[in-house]
């Protein structure tokens, strides 16, 4: 893990930052003023941030656009009860921007909020109850709801970062962005189209709620992005790629060397991906033989699958059937009696996890609960061990929670998100486990996903697929993909190798309206058996 | 939310506050006020839930502001501020962006025509969906939830103790206001919209039985109609399609319904169809333009004026008229979804020929109808660039048929009522996708619906080409459809398709 450099706690008095110091002395008062006098307020909770904001985009070697925003934002939730202990809870999301630099209309605006979530949750808790009186007991899974009590942790945790996002020079950023896509554009005619953008962050986030919690926390992020579309007289490709960290500008500007995460500086990784793509548009489309095959999948292409079919369906909220007419139910829980939870899903050599204490770009010490975010074992040995959770959805599943409730802006409502989520390394030489087939794919990227509804079976796009022909690697393929049931996929791994990384997901979407994400998921390489899918 | 007065006024006092900059050559403000208040359902007979497990809303004001530079014409800056309209916040933007300013080669100016707006646009849509309160959208919510339940207890074929009635969805109302001026116009421009999306999802796990119910429209009565419906809806159809068959994997002959074809249509067709795509060469119908790029009996268009569209919009979000975009007449690709930036582009391309292919006039011009600023909700939204995004599609047929005629059609197949995670599985240009059949399907035996299908047992593997390209029949009424995210509303028909591949899934957790 790397070495914590440079920290960011305090701000000026200038800027959106020093809105978070401010709501650290008198938001808890405003709190407790607010539940005084509201009459079956039984608990009330606020979130706030301040974001700086740059970035930097260049399309075909021209300055496209250079931005810098500072933005703020509050969100409550306020639960309201009933004399029969009815509750009913209503939340307000504000972007309350640069108001929040004027203390009067900061505390003014978190008034008004927490006004409207009461009435909201009133207005909730009157529909619930007359319900209730029409339906009677057949409604009776409404008045079981419970939750473990709110969090109280107070804590200040420090964003980490060798060069500070509040000084960084937009020119510098511009030109990273024009200078990479320029030299992509230099490639050759073959290069249709290219976008290389770059962004830098400093969050500042604040949790204070009516039982005494309150914690803030402070990230950096930077990522880079780039978009290649090479076409040849064979044929076309798209790629895209990130590459991200919850560090500095230096992670862009340089590059950075951790073990788990590394990532090269954002030119040579936009060249690498462009000279990908122009070879790839020049090979042929994988024409697959029907049936299974044996495919060794890279920790690029693993990092998707650990995403979406480990990650996903690992989520309580998921599985306890609170996303099913959006991002679907879990194929590790079919109900509270039927249930992998304890039962073999997988080979005896899968383990897989999710650790928001790694530094990652999904790392956090607490979550939007309050609640300390910790390493969660989902497979263990090839057995189904548990879900990441949030306060209600632990307590529906009998257990601990475990801090994973997460919003990507403090208007949104936390959900169970993904921090660092990936296949946990074995021992196997990633270049032997190639060695050892004598016909099968060694499928290289990942692309695009597409997912059943419980995540029980799946089709992921490759960037690259190379057969592989008595232990050798030989023809690269465009447009191919790896199609399995996930328990079938999972069972049939019979190696693991020694080589974890993680990669930067920057776009995880969940929730209604959509809430946009970022996390890591990774692996090492795996060999299983699956249907490849081509163009 | 901020009325439109006080918009307009603030986008009047920027811009003279901006006129008196010497270094500032032009400059446009643009500033929003939105509101997407939702009620999320879940109710779970075998596990506590809530019943409105969210009742939220998401307020965002705020404003965007444009410059172009007076030493050079191309060199420009935006930046965006939420929450203040005052003029010392004004001038913290103009601070920002001269601090940000970028020389675009490609950047074409301001959006200048026409200058004023005619007086038959001027007048913004009034919905009474803009004064709707919370308690109306909370009894619209709880009686979904209660209409399914009370649904559920009349058509349950057993009274058993762990049924797994699963109720989900949300009933959201997304409310915007918006106001544009810049020196290239000499009027303001101002807008409102207001509309409802409804979605329930209706399962029962004991029988293997998944419905669904969508609805959306521009009044509350409309909502509290809707309200009534939809979780009586999804629950009926649910119980209708219990203990569903599992076809074997293979080329079936499947007619695709209206939310099937939306779905395609949105992750598939639509993005395809911007001059964006076009430009950057990612478009499936690249080299296309000007001929005919699906069946004949086939037409598409946005249309932001739709009587029966629930997406209103007079402006766009770059303050020029708001109009029809006729994308596919008759089969053939005529028109594409564009805004000032990407129009230029395309127009001075040097590849053009190339991307728009030997069927394009040279003289096509893509008018800047569609740009639209938006976020993760389908509300306008202060700080989104404009992109080109569509209001209500319209797919719209030449010698449809009936659903009886349709279904006959396919002689023996699948009817596909709704489909998931539908994605380019090879990149936007190869058309390539794939998705599952997630629910409200059929077994079709001798031209009728037999039996129902079991949800999450088949992958549809295929190609846009397949499916708007050589249909065997096409319905003759389109109906609406909402797709999970998406800012447009769908206005589509069924499709019965030839051959189309289908895997089988999920076989050893089925059950």
């Known amino acids: ?535 | 939310m901020r009325a439109e007065r006080e918009l307009k006024q603030f986008v009047r006092a920027a811009l003279a506050l901006l006129a008196r900059e010497a270094d500032v050559a032009a400059c446009e403000v643009y500033c929003s006020s939105s509101e997407h208040r939702v009620a999320r359902l879940n109710y779970t007979s075998d596990i506590a839930s809530r019943g409105v497990e969210e009742f939220k809303s998401l307020n965002a004001d705020g404003f965007a502001l444009r410059i172009v530079m007076r030493r050079d014409a191309q060199e420009t800056a935006t930046a965006a501020i939420a929450g203040d309209l005052s003029l010392e916040a004004v001038r913290a933007a103009l601070e920002r962006a001269r601090h940000t300013t970028v020389a675009d080669p490609h950047f074409p100016g301001l959006p200048a025509a026409p200058r004023i707006l005619p007086r038959s646009i001027r007048a913004a849509v009034a919905s009474d969906l803009m004064r709707t309160p919370d308690r109306a959208i909370a009894q619209a919510a709880w009686r979904i939830v209660g209409g399914a339940i009370g649904a559920y207890r009349a058509g349950a074929p057993l009274k058993l103790a762990r049924p797994g009635l699963v109720i989900g969805g949300d009933l959201s109302l997304i409310r915007d206001r918006i106001a544009i001026g810049s020196s290239a116009f000499t009027d303001l421009r101002a807008d409102q919209s207001a509309h409802f999306v409804a979605s329930v999802t209706a399962l029962v796990e004991s029988l293997a039985a998944k419905g669904t119910a969508t609805a959306v429209g521009g009044s509350r009565d409309a909502m509290s109609r809707e309200g009534a419906r939809l979780g009586r809806a999804a629950v009926t159809r649910a119980l209708a399609l219990r203990h569903g068959e599992r076809p074997a994997a293979g080329a079936w002959r499947v007619v695709l319904g209206p939310q099937p074809i939306a779905e395609i249509l949105n992750y598939m067709v639509m993005p395809s169809l911007t001059a964006g795509a076009f430009h950057a060469a990612t478009s499936a119908y690249h080299g296309r333009f000007g001929t005919p790029v699906i069946d004949a009996r086939l037409s598409l268009a946005d249309d932001p004026h739709a009587s029966t569209g629930p997406v209103r919009r007079r402006i766009t979000c770059e303050g020029l008229p708001a109009a029809a975009t006729e994308l596919i007449r008759a089969g053939r690709l005529v028109g594409l979804l564009s805004n000032v930036y990407d129009s230029h582009r395309l127009a001075t391309d040097e590849h053009r020929a190339e991307k728009l292919g030997a069927g394009a006039n040279p003289d096509t011009a893509f008018p800047a109808r569609n740009g639209y600023r938006m976020g993760e909700s389908p509300a306008r939204r202060y700080d989104g660039h404009p992109g080109s995004t569509g209001t209500n599609v319209m797919m719209r047929t030449r010698a449809g048929v009936g659903d009886r005629e349709l279904i006959g059609a396919v002689g023996d197949g699948l009817y596909i009522g709704r489909i998931w995670y539908t994605y380019p599985i090879n990149g936007q240009r190869a058309g390539d996708f794939t998705c599952t059949v997630s629910g409200d399907s059929y077994v079709i035996r001798d031209g009728k619906l037999a039996a129902p299908l079991a949800p999450n047992c088949l992958r549809i593997n295929a190609n846009i080409e397949q499916v708007f390209a050589r249909p065997i029949a096409v319905g003759k009424r389109s109906s609406p459809a909402v797709v999970w995210g998406a800012p447009e509303a769908y206005f589509v028909p069924a499709l019965a398709l030839e051959a189309i591949t289908l895997a089988r899934i999920g076989d050893d957790t089925a059950g």
């Open chain 1, 1 to 535: 893990m790397a070495v914590k450099r440079s920290r960011f706690a305090a701000a000026s008095a200038h800027d959106g930052f020093a809105a978070v110091d401010f709501l650290k002395r008198e938001g808890a008062a405003a709190l407790r003023r607010f539940m005084r006098a509201h009459r079956g307020a039984l608990y009330a909770e606020l979130r706030f941030e301040a974001v700086l904001h740059r970035s930097a985009a260049a399309s075909d070697g021209a300055n496209r656009e250079s931005t810098e925003n500072e933005s703020a934002a509050l969100g409550v939730a306020v639960q309201c009860g009933d004399r029969h202990g009815l509750a009913a809870q209503g939340q307000t999301g504000v972007e309350i921007g640069r108001l929040a630099l004027s203390r009067p209309h900061l505390l003014a605006a978190l008034d008004r909020a927490l006004g409207e979530a009461h009435e909201r949750a009133r207005c909730n808790l009157r529909e619930k109850a007359a319900m209730l009186r029409t339906l009677g007991a057949a409604a009776n899974a409404l008045t079981r709801a419970a939750e473990y009590a709110p969090s109280s942790a107070r804590d200040e945790i420090a964003a980490v970062y060798d060069r500070d996002p509040r000084t960084l020079d937009p020119g510098e950023m511009q030109r990273l962005c024009h200078d990479a896509s320029a030299a992509i554009a230099g490639l050759g005619t073959d290069i249709a189209f290219n976008a290389v953008a770059a962004l830098s962050e400093l969050r500042h986030e604040l949790f204070i709620n009516t039982a005494g919690a309150l914690i803030s926390q402070a990230f950096a992020f930077v990522q880079g992005d780039c978009y290649v579309v090479a076409q040849t007289a064979n044929g076309h490709q798209e790629n895209y790629d990130t590459i991200g960290q919850q560090r500095g500008f230096e992670a862009l500007a340089e590059g950075w060397r951790d073990e788990l995460m590394p990532n090269p500086d954002l030119h040579r990784f936009a060249l690498d991906l462009a000279r990908e793509t122009r070879e790839l548009a020049a090979a042929p489309v994988l024409k697959p033989p029907d049936g299974e095959v044996t495919v060794v999948t890279d920790p690029h292409f693993n990092a998707l699958v650990a995403h979406e079919i480990i990650g996903h369906p690992s989520e309580a909220d998921r599985a306890l059937k609170m996303e099913a007419a959006y991002a679907g139910r879990s194929w590790f829980l079919q109900s509270l009696d039927h249930n992998e939870i304890g039962r073999p899903v997988g080979s005896p050599l899968l383990w897989a996890c999710s650790d928001p204490t790694l530094n990652g770009f999904g790392h956090y010490r607490y979550d939007h609960e309050g609640t300390a975010g910790r390493r969660v074992t989902h497979i263990e040995g090839g057995v189904f061990r548990g879900f990441l959770n949030s306060r209600a959805t632990a307590a529906a599943l009998g257990v601990e929670p475990n801090g994973s409730a997460r919003a990507s802006e403090a208007w949104h409502v936390p959900l169970i998100r993904m921090s660092n989520t990936f296949f946990m390394p074995g021992a196997s030489d990633p270049q032997r486990m190639i060695a050892e087939v004598d016909r099968g794919y060694y499928v290289c990227g990942s692309l695009t996903p597409s997912i059943a509804e419980s995540r029980e079976n799946f089709r992921i796009s490759a960037r690259r697929v190379y057969e592989i022909e008595h232990g050798r690697l030989g023809r690269l393929y465009r447009s191919g993909s790896v199609m399995g049931d996930s328990k079938s996929f999972f069972t049939h791994i019979d190696a693991v190798g020694n080589d974890l990384r993680m990669i930067a997901i920057p776009n995880c979407g969940k929730g209604q309206p959509m809430q946009v994400k970022r996390m890591s998921n990774g692996g090492p390489t795996l060999r299983s058996r699956a249907r490849m899918g081509g163009g």
